[in-house]
């Protein structure tokens, strides 16, 4: 019995964790050199310059056990169609070889993506870049700003289904706790290479040091997205952050008849357009609700 908890809340771990130059003759002017044109929107194109509209890059934060591409394929470009220039990488690898990240501790991948912000903001002249984060991306868009004291370098965060409270993982905590086994599980998700796994549970080490003092920083403004018919990061009221400066909303309060669980956050195209206003709320539009993934 033990050993089937065991490997089925291991599972659940693992599968949330997804110019032409002109010619002329000798005796003419020699022709201006092309000029290249900054472009103002794109996925990865360190050769993006942000808008006027849009003043500060992007970063997506994935979740746990993904590859960053496979997990944005859908919100990144649709980012950078808005005109937004995006970025994002796969931090917390535990190999080169394996392409799927986020395993490391919270507090290694922090300090990897607090080296790739500077990397964006150096490559896009931007003093600042606002973060959307999904999952475990989410937790570190919280934990990033206050830990590290980078709010200076970041205007907005967007955190979509963070375990900011730590999440007994679809209650496998709960069950292990009641068993007496917890020491066990903490044990079994180290020895499967998921440091950020015991960061993450219900009083893990990352998460009590989010939760020492405030969470949001002075300056950042904190938007907090979370579905109630999530599985994988309950309770689901563990994402909120009741704090000054910071919206706390369910998908479900603007699309109540949204079944989108947690993976499908990332896939869902009413839940893309609550982002790009959480982003630019001067801009603001309807939310088209949508039938989003339900796992």
Same mark, same amino acid.
């Given at each position: 019995? !033990?050993?089937?908890?065991?490997?089925?809340?291991?599972?659940?771990?693992?599968?949330?964790?997804?110019?032409?130059?002109?010619?002329?003759? +000798?005796?003419?002017?020699?022709?201006?050199?092309?000029?290249? %044109? +900054? !472009?103002?929107?794109?996925?990865?194109?360190?050769?993006?310059?942000?808008?006027?509209?849009?003043?500060?890059? %992007?970063?997506?934060?994935?979740?746990?056990? #993904? *590859?960053?591409? /496979?997990?944005? +394929?859908?919100?990144?470009?649709?980012?950078?169609?808005? /005109?937004?220039?995006?970025?994002?990488?796969?931090?917390?690898?535990?190999?080169?070889?394996?392409?799927?990240?986020?395993?490391?501790?919270?507090?290694?991948? $922090?300090?990897?993506?607090?080296?790739?912000?500077?990397?964006?903001?150096? #490559?896009?002249?931007?003093?600042?870049?606002?973060?959307?984060?999904?999952?475990?991306? /989410?937790?570190?868009?919280?934990?990033? *700003?206050?830990?590290?004291?980078?709010?200076?370098?970041?205007?907005? %965060?967007?955190?979509?289904?963070?375990?900011?409270?730590?999440?007994?993982?679809?209650?496998?905590?709960?069950?292990?706790?009641?068993?007496?086994?917890?020491?066990?599980?903490?044990?079994?998700?180290? @020895?499967?290479?998921?440091?950020?796994?015991?960061?993450?549970?219900?009083?893990?080490? $990352? %998460?009590? @040091?989010?939760? @020492?003092?405030?969470?949001?920083?002075?300056?950042? $403004?904190?938007?907090?997205?979370?579905?109630?018919?999530?599985?994988?990061?309950?309770?689901?009221?563990?994402?909120?952050?009741?704090?000054?400066?910071?919206?706390?909303?369910?998908?479900?309060?603007?699309?109540?008849?949204?079944?989108?669980?947690?993976? /499908?956050? +990332?896939?869902?195209?009413?839940?893309?357009?609550?982002?790009?206003?959480?982003?630019?709320?001067?801009? #603001?539009?309807?939310?088209?609700?949508?039938?989003?993934?339900?796992?």
């Amino acid at each position: 019995m !033990r050993s089937r908890i065991f490997r089925a809340g291991v599972a659940v771990l693992l599968v949330a964790c997804l110019g032409a130059v002109s010619s002329g003759s +000798a005796a003419a002017a020699p022709a201006a050199p092309a000029v290249p %044109v +900054a !472009r103002s929107s794109g996925v990865n194109d360190w050769g993006c310059r942000p808008s006027a509209a849009h003043p500060n890059p %992007v970063v997506l934060l994935h979740g746990l056990g #993904a *590859p960053s591409a /496979g997990h944005w +394929a859908f919100m990144a470009p649709y980012l950078a169609g808005k /005109g937004y220039c995006v970025f994002y990488f796969t931090y917390g690898k535990v190999s080169p070889l394996i392409p799927l990240g986020g395993f490391r501790p919270i507090a290694d991948s $922090a300090r990897e993506i607090s080296g790739f912000i500077d990397d964006v903001r150096a #490559a896009t002249h931007s003093a600042e870049v606002d973060i959307v984060g999904h999952s475990e991306g /989410g937790f570190l868009s919280l934990y990033i *700003p206050k830990v590290l004291h980078l709010g200076g370098k970041i205007g907005k %965060v967007v955190s979509l289904a963070p375990p900011a409270h730590g999440t007994d993982f679809a209650s496998l905590v709960q069950v292990a706790n009641l068993l007496g086994i917890r020491s066990t599980v903490d044990f079994i998700l180290r @020895t499967f290479g998921c440091d950020a796994c015991s960061d993450l549970i219900t009083g893990g080490p $990352a %998460v009590q @040091t989010l939760n @020492t003092g405030p969470v949001a920083e002075p300056g950042v $403004a904190y938007t907090i997205i979370a579905s109630r018919t999530d599985v994988l990061v309950t309770p689901t009221e563990t994402s909120f952050v009741r704090e000054p400066g910071v919206r706390n909303l369910y998908v479900q309060d603007l699309c109540p008849l949204d079944p989108v669980g947690h993976i /499908g956050m +990332a896939f869902d195209p009413g839940l893309a357009t609550m982002i790009s206003n959480a982003l630019d709320p001067s801009s #603001a539009v309807p939310v088209t609700c949508s039938i989003g993934l339900p796992f």
